[in-house]
């Protein structure tokens, strides 16, 4: 945004496919797993949802194998956007949480089953730590994990509309409720229900986090990456959002835009 522009406040909330909703609970040792038999492997999982657990304990069932569920000694925040933001520092950072973990004789285990969902697109911090601090050499590895089927949970996104007459059109249509879809690998994209007004410039400058209109698709475009200089086609600038948008780079789904105010 220019300097002395002004601008709309905007709140974008997206209910996103987390794949690790929020919930409690402490380390859970061969719980509802069958009777152990000869040779029976390690069930390990991670998962906040419960859909996780579950395949692990249809594996356990199935094999006769011990449940073993990975938790962090500190538990992570209930608040999902809390949450999000604690596991996206420790993803940067490198950092590997400490575990509540009691299986002692691991070595007698020659088939290991590692269950989890992905956070921001990577492994949670839970699992790379177990990863990392087990030796797991000269057995058979098996990873397991849910896909597209996770509950939803609701992160919010805070941004801005810069003050002109398209974007004050936008506001004008708020609240809106639509669905994702990437045209670029830079970009999530929506289409309106009715084109806004014909823009008089255009650039094909591209902004991390920016919002920018597409009049011949009626759409309004999300840049999520910056990978690339220029967009494919011209588009005209609506405004930007403030908070960390490579939380699109795995999210396919849709967002609601509400609380639009001018400023």
């Known amino acids: 945004m220019k300097p002395g522009n002004r601008f709309l406040p905007l709140l974008l909330v997206a209910s996103l496919l987390s794949g690790c909703a929020a919930e409690g609970g402490s380390l859970t040792v061969g719980e509802d797993s069958g009777t152990m038999v000869p040779d029976a492997p390690l069930v390990v999982y991670y998962s906040f949802s419960g859909e996780v657990e579950q395949m692990a304990r249809e594996i356990s069932d199935m094999t006769g194998g011990q449940g073993v569920r990975l938790d962090t000694v500190t538990v992570y925040p209930e608040d999902d956007r809390v949450r999000t933001e604690r596991v996206r520092q420790e993803q940067d950072q490198g950092v590997l949480p400490e575990l509540e973990w009691n299986i002692e004789d691991l070595e007698r285990y020659d088939t290991v089953y590692i269950g989890t969902c992905l956070w921001n697109g990577e492994l949670p911090p839970a699992v790379k730590a177990f990863l990392t601090k087990t030796e797991l050499e000269g057995k058979t590895v098996i990873p397991f994990g849910a896909a597209g089927a996770a509950d939803r949970g609701e992160t919010e996104l805070t ?64 840049f999520f990456r910056d990978n690339v200089e220029r967009t494919v086609v011209p588009v005209y600038t609506l405004g930007k959002v403030l908070d960390d948008v490579r939380i699109f780079e795995e999210y396919e789904g849709g967002i609601k835009i509400t609380r639009l105010s001018i400023n």
């Not at 289409?191 to 759409?219: C, I």
């Open 159 to 222: 941004g801005v509309l810069f003050h002109n007459k398209i974007s004050e059109e936008l506001a004008e249509g708020l609240p809106l409720e639509v669905s994702l879809y990437e045209p670029a690998d830079f970009a999530k994209a929506f289409n309106l229900e009715k084109a806004l007004a014909e823009p008089d410039s255009r650039t094909r400058m591209l902004e991390l986090g920016g919002l920018a209109y597409w009049p011949e698709g009626a759409a309004v475009a999300l």
